[in-house]
């Protein structure tokens, strides 16, 4: 790839970037328009940011190394990224538009009414997003390395303050047509040089492999091992070896391997002959996406099950308490809008999800030596200049590079927003505009110092981790409090800790090689089998053993999240003037100008002349009169 082209493109991406980033500070004016956008974008536009910040990187070149690897075994990855957004749809997009929440904190504590759980919450909320903004950096940082040959924390730098800048200087505003931009420029970035590889593929004289085929060497092929790996042979090869293998040194020597597994050591170089099968690593130590798949393969065949249900409990589940993913649904005008908005992101990731696997198939054609060097994430990013060549490959493989590149930015933006709105409403002690702003530094400030220091994290292992720890912690918040009135505060705070708790710990003890093999690895390696039935368990079992603790406002906020707009701004106007105290104390906390609902409108204006006609018949000295009318004012504002 033309280093010269890659380059500016990342450059060109990068300034794109901050140039629409600044359009969303010129109309961003309230604490409301950085948090939610005021809550009037439309469908089609937040679809688009929606599917550009969910995105990242590891779709948009992890899916086609997955596919390299293992071939359509691994089509499970983005089915279950898009159909987490199904789930979505039918149980929560619209209840949780109409919480008039601001974050998942917020909605906590407005259906429990408690301080405790929100305190956990935002517990949650801020490791979730932690946890996947460290990948980000770390992958733009290999990524900018690879390009320019640049020390690996400068692309990390660059990703952390491009997204700190777009998102403190407009909030969601900037980030809604940020993300929307990059949703078709990754969506772009993909299909074009597709076109162009699939018409080279047709024009070449490769036979037609079958898309389960093993991957082939199509012509003599010399392999460097950057790291010491474990192949896995069905059946005795010989090959050139320059290095060590299986504890004995070759130079340049012609040798045979039977069957079986041997161990490459790190520097080797390996020789394999046209038509050769290119065999399976079954043990990497590197970051290459070999990492990504193992847990979901296990040790042996009969664990392949259990690790696809895991798999797609993860990405079904998860897919909902992903912050910056929920966020989202809170700028959209009403719980209409956002079942519309949730229609359209399926269609969006769908189309996209259809471009990885091609690059991934013929990854397994023009590339496989990558599935041996632990690099087959840059499959997308090689392709054009195998299949094309000359400066129709570079520029196509620009386009792939700007394209990745976006998906770091993208991602990173949601994230980073969804953390700030925590961190400015629980952790710092002002509100503003201002301090919205050192939240959200403080958001990438973090993961990034920790991406110095924690260095060779595979990507795909933090986001199955966030996935797993949302599916067991806030999908049953969510679920539960949107659907059971019987949730009680001490239940929503034992099953957090309890199944998002035994998540986390679960696949930290995989990382650290506790254990190391069979049932008991895959057991804990996905642990959403278990771990999101243990969070539900936990939640129903603790509240029905607490029902006194049930909020005495759970009838009238489970109206208000499953009535239409209409119908329940009608029942408040009726309603207990606590709930319409809440209403107006969060509109003006956050900035908000809140629309009063008819209703709410004619009971204010009966009071009002109540208490008129009272003063009319008041005959009391003056000094009374207007000590009674001051305090019947001041119960008006209050109830206001």
């Not at 692309?155 to 990059?182: D, E, K, N, Y």
């Not at 090959?239 to 040798?255: H, I, M």
């Not at 019987?486 to 708790?501: D, E, F, H, S």
């Amino acid at each position: 790839m033309n280093q010269t082209y890659a380059v500016t493109a990342v450059t060109v991406v990068v300034l794109a970037t901050v140039l629409i980033g600044a359009l969303g500070l010129r109309i961003s004016r309230t604490t409301s328009d950085f948090y939610v956008a005021s809550r009037t974008v439309q469908p089609g536009l937040n679809a688009a940011a929606i599917s550009g910040e969910y995105l990242s990187a590891a779709s948009f070149l992890g899916v086609a190394g997955l596919v390299l690897l293992q071939g359509p075994d691994m089509l499970w990855y983005p089915v279950g990224y898009t159909a987490g957004y199904l789930v979505l749809l039918i149980l929560v997009a619209a209840p949780l538009r109409r919480s008039g929440a601001y974050t998942l904190s917020d909605f906590a504590e407005a259906r429990l009414e408690s301080h405790t759980v929100r305190r956990f919450a935002s517990l949650f909320v801020v490791g979730i997003g932690w946890l996947y903004l460290l990948p980000q950096l770390q992958g733009a940082g290999l990524t900018l390395e690879i390009l320019t040959g640049s020390p690996d924390w400068v692309g990390s730098l660059v990703v952390a303050l491009v997204v700190t800048g777009a998102v403190a200087a407009g909030g969601m505003r900037s980030i809604t047509f940020v993300q929307a931009f990059q949703y078709w420029l990754k969506l772009t970035a993909l299909l074009v040089p597709a076109l162009f590889l699939i018409v080279a593929w047709f024009g070449d004289n490769t036979p037609r492999a079958t898309f389960d085929a093993p991957a082939v060497f199509r012509e003599h092929t010399s392999v460097r091992i950057d790291d010491t790996v474990r192949i896995e042979l069905d059946a005795p090869i010989t090959l050139t070896v320059d290095g060590k293998a299986d504890g004995t040194s070759y130079e340049k020597r012609r040798v045979a391997l039977d069957e079986g597994t041997h161990r490459v050591e790190s520097g080797t170089r390996l020789g394999f002959q046209a038509g050769t099968s290119v065999p399976e690593t079954k043990e990497h130590t590197g970051t290459g996406t070999s990492n990504w798949s193992r847990p979901l393969a296990g040790d042996r065949d009969e664990y392949r099950l259990y690790a696809t249900y895991g798999l797609i409990l993860a990405t079904f589940l998860g897919t909902m308490g992903l912050p910056h993913v929920a966020v989202r649904f809170y700028t959209s005008p009403n719980g209409r809008a956002a079942r519309r908005t949730t229609l359209v992101v399926l269609g969006l990731v769908g189309a996209f999800y259809l471009l990885p696997p091609v690059y991934g198939a013929l990854g397994r054609i023009y590339a496989p030596e990558l599935a041996l060097t632990g690099d087959a994430d840059a499959a997308v990013l090689v392709l054009p200049e195998r299949l094309i060549g000359g400066v129709g490959g570079d520029l196509l493989g620009a386009l792939l590079a700007g394209g990745a590149f976006a998906a770091f930015l993208s991602t990173a933006s949601g994230l980073t927003l969804a953390v700030a709105g925590v961190l400015h409403q629980d952790v710092l002690p002002a509100r503003g505009v201002g301090h919205f702003r050192i939240a959200a530094v403080m958001a990438v400030a973090a993961p990034f110092g920790v991406s110095l220091i924690a260095t060779n994290v595979p990507v795909a292992d933090a986001v199955g981790l966030a996935f797993a720890v949302s599916a067991s912690s806030f999908c049953p918040l969510l679920v539960l409090g949107i659907w059971w009135r019987r949730l009680t505060p001490p239940g929503a705070v034992a099953g957090l800790v309890t199944g998002g708790g035994a998540a986390l710990t679960a696949v930290l003890a995989t990382r650290t090689g506790l254990p190391s093999a069979g049932w008991a690895h895959t057991l804990l390696a996905w642990p959403a089998v278990w771990s999101v039935p243990l969070g539900f368990l936990t939640m129903i079992v603790v509240s029905l053993l607490t029902p006194s603790r049930i909020p005495p406002g759970t009838a009238a906020t489970l109206a208000r999240l499953h009535l239409p707009e209409d119908l329940s701004e009608r029942r408040r106007g009726d309603g207990p003037p606590r709930e319409l105290r809440a209403a107006d104390k969060r509109a003006v906390q956050y900035g908000e100008r809140r629309v009063v609902p008819q209703g709410e409108q004619d009971a204010r204006r009966g009071k009002r002349r109540a208490r008129q006609g009272a003063e009319r018949q008041d005959t009391r000295p003056g000094a009374e009169q207007r000590a009674a009318r001051r305090d019947a004012e001041q119960q008006e504002a209050g109830e206001r």
